[in-house]
């Protein structure tokens, strides 16, 4: 049920290795000698930049992993004990030392995640080039497979190795924690899951540093190559084309799109598929049904996700070779059907398994009556479909098929200021329906289920996650083949297609920021329950906060309720101004290149004819230092990351030390919904914004409102500034946003017993309510 499907995962995705790496980037037909070499120069250099960043960010990670592994090793031994009076507790090194060795393999696997989708995307960049090159539908066919094949390699590895590995710890752990009594065997699931849940905080640990890290290494990098065409001109008064070869920004901005897209995603959802299993696992252990069943019924969140691998397998085919992409408009078509099929097989194949394998009946704090299976399998059944209609409601915002993405392109035409405007609105708007589906999810769950239903709601959201995942990688990878394909100067059929393919990607990519915001706040509640639940074990009977609540209305609770709904501003903050500083260093690079390379600004006034015939006479043509801009988007995201991630990071840590666990409670909650609020409106809002702009280029306002629209016009440099100002948002601040939330929440829990043993969970600074 668990390793052979997610081991196929792992195996189909190696098959569709092969089946990209079978397209060469050496072909020479369809387009002149020059462009392949081009093409291949810009792409072992994107390659070489990928590879420089993630080793200089992954030394950060390293170093802050086993500095914070040792920070969880020592608290995580400090367990409370049940003495009346006084400060009391006692060291048990052994669950620290486990926990601990849990969030070591947790933060290592999220980044070998993101490591091969990064490589997988770097890759496939060109060849989605080369493949777009066949005429009629051959070419539309083939661009597309390759992209969404190569997304495809990350979203079946990614579920594969988290499902494998974290099945392969519960399983020594579970020999770790059996005791033989009389003969009999005492399997202490509590204290098992608890020490899991260590690998959940080490994956969400590591996608905060590739989120936040590479939101500002891309964006630093997209917003300095586009304002350096607005600043560097060519005359006659032409300005410097953002995917001019001679933009010495313009190869670490195709680094960039794989940087926080690629690696940053994947790190991120094995982050939230690793906390909502273990948040499961470890509240499916207090339910004395679910242990009394046994191992099989505990294992039963991780079916889930197995299940959700086999659906996503099946409607892979139904996309690349039942129904594939012969032209534009089947592009979201095909991804929205592979959308509604993988929820419709997986809302068929889940009732069997959780009849199956869960107890008819069991008792769960917070319900009132008892719950069945069936009640379980509703949770995960509202779980599926509320992430599939997030998912279409994005669309419906972020997509120029769409009024909502029009009115935004047709609001440039009285400027910059009016696309703007535009643009907020539609971002606050597009979080109405989002919230409201998340917020029912939690009432349905919770009022059935208890905070168990929860968890297998986030769980049941995040079953297509191979699926979410293939759609969301495809984005950037189509993004830079239009890249490369506008470096190279292929022949403009070729650039119409990647273009297509990458309106699609900003699409599937908002979709895919959709599932992970509303999973993560499924995730952030049910965590934020076993923090309450986990607390509750170190209390006597009258004092349990999962039986008697926590008082809203409490002054710690209350305050720290509107101190954690700041922290996602705070936090934004942060990121924005990180991104702004870094753009404007690399726009200053870009200008000082003009300035001091010799002939640089001549080469790039020549057609590409002309400098194709003086590369074939042997003369040597100025070229950007492309390394230096690299060099510059890494320095600023190392350095950058550094405060926004000790924010998230410390802030639970240091409030339930002083303030105690009912502050945590009031922090969390805080947090969580602010930031699902946040997240959405800056995701939709910068997905809107850049399709808005590639509206205009194809020309879609033409003869509508204006004579003229495409690029280079008055109403194209106004959608420029709405997609410039909206990068930062929804591929920095917005996705990032669903990590605070869920790491907070995971942070907590793993801390849970050391800020119970400080005054009683009352905080040394005694002021929690907690009476023993």
């Not at 926080?260 to 959802?269: E, I, Q, R, Y």
């Not at 769409?402 to 696309?419: L, M, S």
């Not at 946003?737 to 907070?744: A, D, E, G, R, Y």
Request: proline share 3%; glycine share 12%; aromatic share 10%.
């Amino acid at each position: 049920m668990i390793y052979i499907p997610a081991g196929f995962a792992i195996l189909f995705s190696v098959y569709l290795f092969f089946r990209v790496k079978a397209v060469s980037i050496l072909k020479t037909e369809g387009a002149s000698a020059a462009s392949f070499e081009e093409l291949k120069n810009c792409y072992e250099t994107i390659q070489a930049g990928a590879k420089a960043f993630l080793w200089a960010e992954y030394q950060v990670c390293t170093i802050f992993v086993i500095l914070f592994a040792v920070l969880v090793f020592i608290l995580t031994s400090r367990i409370p004990t049940l003495s009346a009076t006084g400060d009391s507790y006692e060291w048990k090194w052994k669950i620290g030392g486990l926990t601990c060795a849990s969030f070591l393999v947790g933060a290592f696997t999220s980044i070998l995640s993101g490591y091969i989708g990064m490589m997988v995307a770097v890759f496939a960049n060109g060849r989605t080039t080369v493949a777009a090159l066949a005429d009629g539908g051959a070419g539309w066919t083939a661009a597309f497979n390759v992209a969404f094949r190569s997304g495809a390699i990350m979203g079946f590895s990614n579920c594969g190795l988290a499902l494998i590995i974290l099945y392969g710890l519960c399983q020594i752990y579970r020999d770790v924690f059996t005791d033989i009594i009389d003969g009999k065997r005492y399997i202490q699931y509590t204290q098992l899951f608890e020490c899991v849940s260590g690998f959940g905080l080490g994956g969400s640990a590591i996608a905060l540093f590739g989120r936040v890290g590479g939101g500002i290494f891309t964006k630093a990098a997209d917003v300095g190559a586009d304002l350096s065409g607005k600043v560097i001109g060519l005359g006659d008064g032409k300005k410097l084309d953002e995917d001019s070869p001679y933009n010495p920004a313009v190869i670490a901005d195709n680094v960039g799109d794989n940087v926080g897209d690629v690696a940053g995603m994947g790190s991120d959802l094995f982050g939230s598929l690793g906390e909502a299993s273990c948040a499961a696992m470890l509240l499916g252990a207090a339910i004395g049904e679910i242990s009394t069943a046994g191992w099989s019924a505990l294992m039963y969140p991780l079916y889930i996700s197995t299940i959700g691998i086999c659906a996503c397998l099946v409607m892979h085919f139904v996309a690349t070779d039942i129904w594939p992409v012969r032209c534009e408009t089947d592009i979201e078509k095909v991804l929205k059907i592979q959308l509604l099929g993988t929820a419709i097989i997986m809302s068929g194949i889940m009732y069997p398994v959780t009849d199956g394998f869960l107890p008819n009946s069991m008792t769960i704090d917070g319900v009132t009556r008892l719950v069945t299976s069936d009640n379980v399998y509703g949770c995960v059944l509202f779980g599926i479909w509320a992430g599939t209609i997030i998912g279409f409601i994005t669309e419906y915002f972020t997509s120029h098929t769409y009024k909502p993405t029009r009115d935004v392109a047709k609001a440039c035409e009285t400027g910059a200021a009016t696309n703007i405007i535009y643009g907020i609105a539609l971002g606050y708007l597009s979080s109405i329906i989002p919230v409201g589906l998340i917020a029912g999810a939690v009432y349905f769950c919770l009022k059935t289920t208890g905070l168990y239903g929860v968890a297998c709601g986030a769980l049941g959201m995040l079953s297509t996650l191979a699926t979410c995942l293939t759609i969301d990688v495809y984005g950037p990878i189509s993004d830079n083949a239009g890249g490369i394909a506008e470096m190279a100067e292929f022949p403009p059929n070729v650039r119409d297609k990647t273009d297509a393919l990458d309106a699609a990607g900003n699409t599937t990519a908002a979709i895919g920021k959709g599932f992970a915001i509303g999973s993560a706040a499924l995730v952030s509640v049910s965590l934020t329950g076993a923090f309450v639940a986990r607390c509750s074990f170190s209390m006597s009977a009258a004092s349990k906060l999962n039986e008697h609540g926590v008082n809203l209305m409490s002054a710690v609770v209350f305050a720290f309720l509107i101190f954690g709904a700041n922290i996602p501003y705070w936090f934004s903050a942060l990121t924005m101004k990180s991104v702004g500083e870094a753009a404007n260093s690399m726009v200053r690079e870009v200008a000082r290149q003009w300035a001091e390379i010799p002939g640089l600004k001549d080469t790039a006034s020549l057609d590409f004819d002309t400098r194709a015939e003086k590369r074939a006479a042997g003369e040597k043509l100025a070229t950007p230092d492309y390394q230096r801009c690299i060099a510059i988007a890494t320095n600023a995201s190392l350095k950058e990351m550094i405060a926004p991630a000790a924010l998230v990071v410390l802030s639970p840590i240091i409030v339930g030390s002083l303030f105690g666990v009912e502050a945590v409670v009031g922090l969390l909650a805080g947090a969580m919904s602010s930031s699902v609020q946040l997240a959405i409106s800056m995701s939709n809002t910068g997905g809107a914004w850049d399709n808005a702009k590639k509206f205009t280029e194809k020309g879609g306002l033409n003869g509508w409102t204006v004579v003229y629209a495409g690029k280079k016009s008055n109403v194209h440099a106004a959608a420029v500034v709405g997609d410039t100002v909206g990068d930062p948002f929804k591929d920095t601040s917005g996705p990032a946003l669903n990590i605070v939330m869920k790491l907070m929440a995971i942070i907590s829990v793993v801390f849970a017993d050391f800020f119970m043993s400080i005054n009683h969970g009352n905080g040394a600074s005694h002021a929690g309510n907690l009476i023993y």
